[in-house]
């Protein structure tokens, strides 16, 4: 296994990949250096934010009365809100320095599956997820506990005691903790009591509604007390089970699917102990040998949204029209703020079908046509109506329309100081996590442009990058 693909195995997991550039300028340093510039780039904490839309819907939301004609204009602000957090979210992937933070955030965003009709909900989560993903699990927990969007999205706005909603209180042990298996109904009765009043304001603030809460005995995981929800998560967090459960989800995420169970043991002996630090646990995983094992190299399916980031990243691509960037999560099934479930997107091979494949393999296209290029998404992009009815039909077809500029300038730079088979085995070291057979490499030689250096290079990358190996990292 060369250095390279050591290197470049650490930036795809701990990001989304590094330019061409970026990679040879590493190539110098020990990878444990490399290890320490990226925690350090992710040190300072930004915000995604949209103030100036948003101050909109809290002046709107500080009134005392809303007609009916404000309520649907908020409504559909709110859409279009929404709608670009996604889009700002993608920028700041593709262009911020402190990569691990974003994409430790993008795995929370699984791992706390949420959907909000709200944008001010919507921002904020994405808020409390980015500043607390490297910090304590326990304290990112209990503020996505108490997040509105959460809150409503799993029903403990209706949580009271005369008639307790067990659903927040299921899932945050199903899975978010102790994982299925380790606690009873009756647990999740007991805990559900304890969570009563939880809810928020019309300013999407956190409010404990003291006259709904339960202020009686509960009985959970073996004890007893007059428990609040801040009582049942410490419970939680004290559980070994919870530890093991959070470790075996980050190992099948930035490691391997296929777990192994002594180190799995190992980790989340050591992530209890140092009281949940997400730091300590990311900087074990990264600097230990085994990570750069074979069969943890181009082993792992990127994700929809690790695809189109990477490619964004590796090849300096500006979308003049930014609706499409929408579609390509939604015909590749991975939609920002729009998770299927409370479960989150499986992963792994549920990335991968016979549609979203099509899509996946047609992306290159889209990176060096320089002129407008109409996908056909036929039915598949149905629910983007759906979801966003106040849509023409001009602006429903604006998804389907890609048009994007690409500066491949400092890439073709990188490569001109090779040739013949070198220059093909640097590019092909560069997209590639896993080594192409013979003849698969005779076959891409047959479409390589050959009438300049440019050509060759540009023609060679756009072959590899429709390879199915390129899904892979």
């Not at 809290?58 to 889009?87: T, Y």
Request: charge should be positive.
């Amino acid at each position: 296994m060369s250095n390279q693909r050591k290197l470049q195995h650490l930036y795809l997991r701990a990001g989304f990949g590094a330019h061409i550039s970026e990679i040879n300028k590493s190539l110098s340093k020990p990878i444990s250096k490399v290890i320490q510039e990226i925690f350090q780039e992710s040190k300072i904490y930004t915000g995604l934010g949209l103030e100036s839309d948003l101050n909109f819907i809290k002046g709107k939301n500080n009134k005392k009365e809303i007609s009916k004609e404000d309520i649907k204009k908020l409504r559909k602000q709110s859409r279009q809100n929404v709608k670009d957090l996604n889009i700002n979210w993608i920028h700041k992937m593709t262009t911020d320095t402190a990569q691990l933070r974003e994409k430790m955030t993008l795995f929370w965003h699984g791992h706390f599956a949420c959907r909000s009709p709200v944008a001010l909900f919507v921002q904020n989560q994405n808020n409390t997820l980015r500043k607390n993903a490297l910090g304590k699990f326990g304290d990112m927990l209990i503020e996505v506990s108490k997040d509105p969007a959460m809150l409503q999205f799993l029903n403990n706005q209706q949580n009271r005691k005369s008639s307790p909603n067990e659903n927040f209180a299921r899932e945050v042990m199903e899975l978010f903790t102790v994982g299925r298996g380790n606690y009873t109904e009756k647990d999740i009765k007991e805990a559900a009591r304890a969570f009563t009043g939880w809810g928020f304001n019309k300013k999407g603030e956190f409010i404990f509604r003291k006259g709904v809460h339960d202020f009686d005995r509960k009985d959970f995981l073996g004890k007893s007390g007059n428990f609040t929800g801040e009582d049942i998560v410490n419970i939680l967090l004290e559980k070994k089970q919870t530890a093991e459960f959070i470790t075996e989800k980050v190992y099948k995420y930035f490691v391997n699917e296929n777990v192994n169970r002594e180190i799995i043991k190992e980790l989340s002996k050591k992530f209890h102990e140092s009281g949940y630090d997400i730091e300590k646990l990311m900087k074990e995983i990264f600097s230990s040998d085994w990570f750069y094992d074979k069969e943890n190299i181009g082993t792992r399916i990127k994700s929809p949204v690790e695809l189109i980031v990477g490619m964004i990243r590796n090849f300096r691509i500006e979308f003049i029209n930014e609706k499409p960037l929408l579609a390509l999560q939604k015909v590749t099934g991975q939609m920002l703020f729009n998770p299927p479930n409370v479960a989150g997107w499986a992963g792994g091979r549920q990335w991968i079908d016979t549609s979203s494949l099509m899509y996946r393999l047609k992306l290159p296209e889209i990176i060096f046509k320089s002129s407008n290029l109409e996908f056909d998404y036929k039915d598949d992009l149905d629910e983007m109506g759906e979801m966003y009815p106040e849509l023409s039909k001009f602006e429903k077809k604006q998804y389907r329309i890609m048009q994007t500029k690409t500066d491949l300038s400092s890439y073709i730079k990188e490569f001109s100081r090779y040739d013949g088979k070198e220059l093909r085995e640097n590019i092909s070291n560069y997209l590639l996590q896993c080594n192409l057979t013979t003849e698969t490499e005779k076959i891409i030689e047959n479409y390589v442009d050959t009438s300049s250096k440019e050509n060759i290079i540009e023609s060679l990358t756009l072959r590899l990058i429709t390879l199915p190996e390129y899904q892979l990292c």
